[in-house]
């Protein structure tokens, strides 16, 4: 199995801070790399998908980049609504195993 | 629009079964693979396996093998998990994602909330 590891678990940041989170694979899953966020209450959303693509409406705030082993996800400049749980996932091979996550709060 | 809906809240005894529906719309069904993940309350997501709708064929994570079993009914366009012999750590919202071959799983049901308890 091809595990996922995020980090942080949890993240304090204020509204217009540049926030990044990273996920590492155990082994090399090229670019099938996918993030979603995910609100209380609510089913995740994908927001990045094939480590770099953005997911249609989703804000040019997130981006994605990585490739093999080593992941990474930016939100340029905190909004209010952001603040959410991520998950990263590799979708190379089942499998599909999500990361821990990454709570990001409001500091 | 492209649209999945579960079916209700379950509450299980230990050891009886559950099968939770999920209803596509929006897409031509048997075009994607429908993926299932679980979500135990206040824990992080957990994938139990994807059918084929086209083919009826299903993968399952290992954890789950011998105890669930993913069909579809593709005259409704409705995919189906059953999990058996339930135990209190199955307690979980589960959910329904459309997915393509190594793709995104996008979008989501709104979940399901089973509960087991004596």
């Known amino acids: 199995d091809i595990h996922v590891t995020q980090s942080p678990s949890s993240l304090s940041a204020s509204v217009g801070d540049r926030v990044t989170i990273t996920c590492r694979a155990s082994q090399s899953v090229t670019n099938y790399l996918n993030w979603y966020q995910q609100k209380p209450g609510k089913a995740p959303k994908v927001l990045i998908y094939g480590a770099s693509s953005l997911q249609s409406g989703v804000p040019s705030r997130f981006s994605g980049s990585g490739s093999g082993t080593d992941f990474t996800l930016t939100i340029s400049s905190l909004q209010p609504e952001d603040f959410a749980t991520y998950y990263c996932?590799?979708?190379?091979?089942?499998?599909?195993?999500f990361g821990q996550g990454t709570k990001l709060e409001i500091k | 629009q492209v649209q999945l809906v579960q079916s209700g809240a379950e509450v299980k005894k230990p050891g009886a079964s559950v099968k939770v529906s999920c209803r596509a719309s929006?897409?031509?069904?048997?075009?994607?693979?429908m993926h299932w993940v679980r979500q135990a309350p206040g824990q992080g997501l957990e994938w139990m396996g994807w059918?084929?709708?086209?083919?009826?064929?299903?993968v399952y994570a290992q954890k789950f093998q011998g105890r669930v079993t993913m069909t579809r009914d593709t005259s409704i366009s409705t995919a189906y998990m059953e999990l058996r012999g339930l135990r209190s750590d199955d307690t979980a919202r589960y959910y329904c994602?459309?997915?393509?071959?190594?793709?995104?799983?996008?979008?989501w049901g709104q979940g399901t909330l089973v509960t087991v308890s004596s």
């Open positions: 059918i084929n709708p086209n083919t009826g064929g299903a």
């Open positions: 929006g897409y031509t069904f048997i075009a994607y693979y």
């Open positions: 994602a459309r997915g393509a071959a190594a793709g995104p799983f996008d979008p």
């Open positions: 996932q590799q979708s190379y091979s089942t499998p599909y195993i």
